[in-house]
Nanobody, 123 residues
């Protein structure tokens, strides 16, 4: 499966953005789609995941602010980001995995990655 992210950009603190992860070459319903981010000078970290069965999981820093969803007809997974903070600034990546649900926060289990989209939160 090939993944392409879109929707990044510049937003003020407190604002919102929605990222999209479009899949091709395979149905998105077969995979768990994870969102990860990497801030300048930092390692990649888990943000959220949408499981093939509809489960969702969020990292603590984004709980109650970010929502992950899926449109199977469009083979697209979305990351709705609200109440954005300066510390949310990062390159955001989506990735696909078939690993068991308990390991979806671990990036080494993801088999296909998008190219990333940059989110900058700044006034």
């Amino acid at each position: 499966v090939q993944l392409v992210e879109s929707g990044g950009g510049l937003v003020q603190p407190g604002g919102s953005l929605t990222l999209a992860c479009a899949a091709s070459g395979g149905t998105v319903r077969r995979y768990t789609i994870g969102w990860f981010r990497q801030a300048p000078g930092k390692g990649r970290e888990f943000v959220a995941a949408f499981g093939w069965s509809g489960n969702t999981k969020y990292a603590d820093p984004v709980k109650a602010r970010f929502t992950v969803s899926r449109d199977s007809a469009k083979s697209t997974v979305y990351l709705q980001m609200n109440s954005l903070k300066v510390e949310d600034t990062a390159a955001y990546y989506c990735a696909a995995t078939t690993v068991i649900w308990g390991r979806v926060t671990e990036d080494e289990h993801y088999i296909s990655w998008g190219q990333g989209t940059l989110v900058t939160v700044s006034s």
